[in-house]
């Protein structure tokens, strides 16, 4: 099982799965029920009806277990599982999927004959409330399909927050009705860079692409089905040439400016005055409106040189009391701590232990991302056939490494959790992104769900491996990359670790 | 609705479709009641339970009624939906749902409250057996996810069969235990043109990807479940450089090749002698026993030139006959009927006219796919900004315009039916797959299922729209490709009309 539960007792014999198994439905578990059957159903052809002839799955909330902890009992004779909320029984119900064929995860029945489960009893309870995933859909657009997909691929590894970044230098995804330019004409770019940006390649072919309204709502409510909150992140106010490009008024000093095309920190942002945060605040709005959940990303990062910080903390600290005012928390980068982070913000610590002790320490809620242990866009080992290496070294085995917990050890009651980022300017579909994200995408949601370090890791990856191929995903082999998975036309820029340490000790040394 | 029914007669009021909504089941619809309730409970809440406590939806069998027709009855007091057999009960379900608002066909709820179906009573039934569409994942390859998601949309069009252009020069798809190195080597390329042969142009990057048997086995469960029939076709004996490439023995003569990396015909193909007879003998065993359907496609067409064309029928008619030993039909494109083809064989008729009529008259089943009407990888207008603009002008009203009966008028019982072709050169992904496939299939789908010539269709294609929208689909907009759909990258080849006709008549003068 992956990620490993608390607590895993193996009995005698087996239940048997079929078409006559039915499945008896706590109060408050409909919603499970439904996904439950929705999975296995097409891919068993065990449909799970209330009224089954068979044996029975039952299902049902106890009080005593802790949140989104449950207890599977497999025996002979029955399937029991509990969980102290219905994320807890979702979890559990993860877990009973590992405990059938790889196949169960497949959308249609590729054997005949029942299945076996084997008896074993299984207490399970989450390390982290915060498991997360950032996805950036504004380096390269994902089209909505593929977003429910990895929303599944999450799901599967008991995470549950996907971060998704909405807006970028190279291209505005979020449709904001009061500024509908925002997608219009900062929805796409005119061409993308081929590797990375020091070496100045380009395909002379458009990208771009954006979500509706109503897209949104199904993205939010398909998460939540599953347990995922859909953390939105409007990145402000650096990284925003794509606005720009749709709206020069919100930085009349660069002149008019396209959505940018190269990878890399744009020179240009919306200016810093009242009338750029009056049009934060609407998008914020729109924001609010579409997600209702409890955090929103500002980004707050890297903004344009030649901004005052002054200048910038004021415009922040207003963003954050904007959506305060929506009853919700800011969600932000760490460069927010540069000079002090409003209160009750949430950082997003992705520059090493310095910035998430300095921010636990100020009292932020955290949520750790270091780049070199989570940036999944980093390459994956020396090789220089590693499509698009770029970053560090980062293995599977350097993310199962991660300890959140290690990085603020005197305030551990700050750390939410953790995620992984996939920055995706050299991911230009889920081809790309399934490479790069899996099965490193395994070992850390087994440090935010169990804790790293278990000696068995590697044997119970290999199990899972089988799992990712019938969920189709085109995961990275041990081996390195298949033949069609290199880039030899985009080549990268890898970097040295003790190179990127200094470089991060030097960038965030004033916090 | 869009086919459009053969009668469509309005009531009074409006069903309510809602979380109470009861589902009564028919024998032998099981399936089409998991697939319905699939649909439409994450789509709209309403789970359709067997025990539900408000008004019905009654699936049943009405053996009066025609093979894949329907009889669905919508009054303010229930839905009665039966069907000459479950294929007709599921094409009278894609109907029901045409006739629920658009955010029917998404995966999570968009929207609060119940959903209204207004009274009518639809019959109906298919024009034509075949309803299919070509598509080709040797050029691309196409993961299986997408594959799934492209069946969905074919079913949601009452299209019913899938032909599956699994192998050819570019690339080698289908899994074959006994010859591994088709896949492993077949299975990719060094690099692919970008933007029509003309011109040359190479973009230095790998392309590959193979399925699974097990991949295989659930498209086709996948697709059955929907009333799709898989139609693999193995191309053959021409179309084969990638099988040349993993067995070079196949075609001693040549050398070592690679997997081809240019479009265009190949030099290159295996030899044509027993053993390598005895190789595609091999190779549709193992097709035969992954896909259980009727038809199986064996390609013969666009030989090596310097094959003896009696060389080459003696060929093709060994492996029909080593088919019907399996109890298949052989499918294959036009080419076989140069000097004879053999008896049973079914032509899929892409050349014109005058290879309908030949094959009609020699006595053959026909599945209409003529070039000029049907080939969805032709440009969309005469816009330069069309992606990839190559052969002649196909709007979607061409498409409307495109009647099989006239093709072979004095042999109308030999027509099966049609299908469209996707041809995936430059149709790198499902993003642009999407964009040269729809809205054009809406039209044939409704010449196979209904006929063409209705003055209304214009109408109620831009009804559909948002449908196809709902279901996550980047059609062709009317006013052109939006600008992240150019590929001004990738320079086409357009054609003229009289051009290709006068090309096709030099080509088909023999037949």
């Given at each position: 099982m992956l990620p490993v539960p608390r607590s895993v007792t193996w009995g005698a014999g087996e239940f048997e799965l079929d078409a006559a198994t039915g499945l008896s439905v706590g109060e408050g578990l409909d919603g499970v029920a439904h996904w439950l059957r929705g999975e296995l159903g097409p891919a068993l052809?065990?449909?799970?009806?209330?009224?089954?002839?068979?044996?029975t799955i039952a299902l049902a909330l106890d009080p005593g277990l802790p949140p989104s902890g449950y207890l599977l009992v497999v025996t002979r004779d029955g399937i029991t599982l509990l969980g102290g909320d219905p994320a807890g029984v979702f979890h559990g119900a993860q877990t009973l999927r590992q405990l059938l064929p790889p196949a169960s995860y497949r959308r249609a029945p590729v054997a005949d004959g029942p299945c076996r489960v084997p008896a074993v009893t299984v207490r399970d309870a989450p390390r982290y409330r915060w498991r997360g995933c950032m996805l950036d859909v504004a380096r390269h657009f994902m089209p909505r399909a593929d977003v429910l997909r990895f929303i599944d691929l999450l799901a599967a590894h008991k995470l549950n927050v996907l971060h998704l970044h909405l807006t970028d230098d190279q291209g505005w995804r979020f449709p904001v009705e009061r500024y509908p330019l925002l997608t219009e004409v900062g929805g796409w770019r005119a061409e993308s860079m081929v590797g990375s940006r020091q070496h100045a390649r380009t395909d002379g072919r458009p990208h771009g692409g954006h979500y509706t309204a109503d897209d949104i709502r199904e993205i939010v409510a398909y998460a939540a089905a599953r347990f995922v909150t859909v953390v939105p992140e409007i990145d402000?106010?650096?990284?925003t040439q794509a606005a720009v490009a749709a709206y020069p008024w919100l930085a009349p000093g660069h002149g008019p400016v396209g959505v940018r095309t190269g990878w890399g920190l744009s020179p240009v942002g919306i200016d810093l005055t009242e009338e750029t945060l009056a049009f934060c605040r609407d998008v914020l709005d729109e924001v609010c409106a579409l997600f209702p959940g409890e955090y929103i990303g500002i980004?707050?990062?890297?903004?344009?040189?030649?901004?005052p910080l002054a200048d910038r903390r004021r415009f922040v600290r207003a963003l954050v009391e904007h959506l305060a005012g929506h009853g919700r928390r800011a969600y932000a980068w760490d460069e927010i701590l540069e000079g002090g982070a409003p209160r009750g913000v949430i950082v997003a610590?992705?520059?090493?232990?310095g910035v998430t002790r300095a921010a636990a320490g100020a009292g932020h809620d955290v949520v750790a991302c270091p780049d070199l242990s989570t940036y999944l866009d980093y390459r994956q080992s020396e090789h220089p056939d590693e499509p698009v290496p770029v970053g560090t070294v980062l293995t599977v085995d350097d993310v199962y490494a991660?300890?959140?917990?290690?990085?603020a050890p005197d305030h551990p009651?700050?750390?939410?959790g953790a995620q992984c980022n996939v920055w995706t300017e050299h991911m230009p579909g889920t081809r790309a992104v399934d490479y790069m994200v899996f099965p490193r995408l395994c070992a850390l949601a087994e440090v935010v769900w169990s804790a790293g370090g278990r000696a068995d890791f590697r044997d119970r990856l290999a199990e899972h491996l089988p799992r990712l191929a019938a969920m189709g995903v085109e995961y990275r082999p041990e081996s390195g990359p298949l033949p069609w998975q290199r880039r030899p036309d985009a080549p990268g820029w890898p970097r040295a670790r003790a190179d990127r340490e200094s470089e991060l000790d030097a960038l965030t040394r004033g916090i």
């Open positions: 052809g065990c449909w799970l009806s209330p009224a089954g002839t068979g044996r402000l106010p650096g990284h980004g707050g990062d890297e903004c344009p040189p030649g901004q610590a992705w520059r090493g232990p991660f300890d959140p917990a290690a990085l009651e700050r750390i939410l």
